[in-house]
């Protein structure tokens, strides 16, 4: 998730013309636990087509790596009206069976 929501800051920089950036993060659930990333900026904004051919390496290693943990990224964006980037990723249930340990005090 680190490295996305790094290229995701990095196109926003290059890219974006932004005066604003709104990022949030949660987890929601159940049945399953969710993390949600959305990273929003008012800048130039760009089409939807660009998004899902990018020429070059950064929005296709985004997508391969949400793909890799299971999740995914949807991007929203009108020209001159900004772009939201969403990274859903299932995150792993609790064992529940297995026992934890307590904490170790250090001497």
């Known amino acids: 998730m680190f490295r996305i929501f790094q290229q995701l800051l990095d196109n ?3 890219h974006a ?3 604003q950036l709104r ?3 949660y987890v929601d659930g159940p049945p399953a636990p969710v993390l949600h990333l959305d ?3 008012d800048g130039v904004g760009a089409e ?3 998004f899902e051919h990018a020429p070059g390496f950064g929005v296709r290693g985004m997508r391969e790596r949400a793909r890799r943990f299971g999740g995914s990224l949807r991007f929203d964006s009108v020209p001159g009206h900004g772009t939201l980037v969403r990274l859903t ?3 792993p249930l ?3 069976s297995s026992p934890v340990a307590p904490p170790v005090d250090a001497p």
């Open 94 to 96: 609790p064992a529940l």
């Open 89 to 91: 990723l299932p995150l």
């Open 48 to 50: 939807r087509s660009r």
């Open 17 to 19: 013309q932004a005066r």
């Open 12 to 14: 926003v920089a290059e």
């Open 23 to 25: 990022i949030r993060l």
């Open 39 to 41: 990273v929003e900026d």
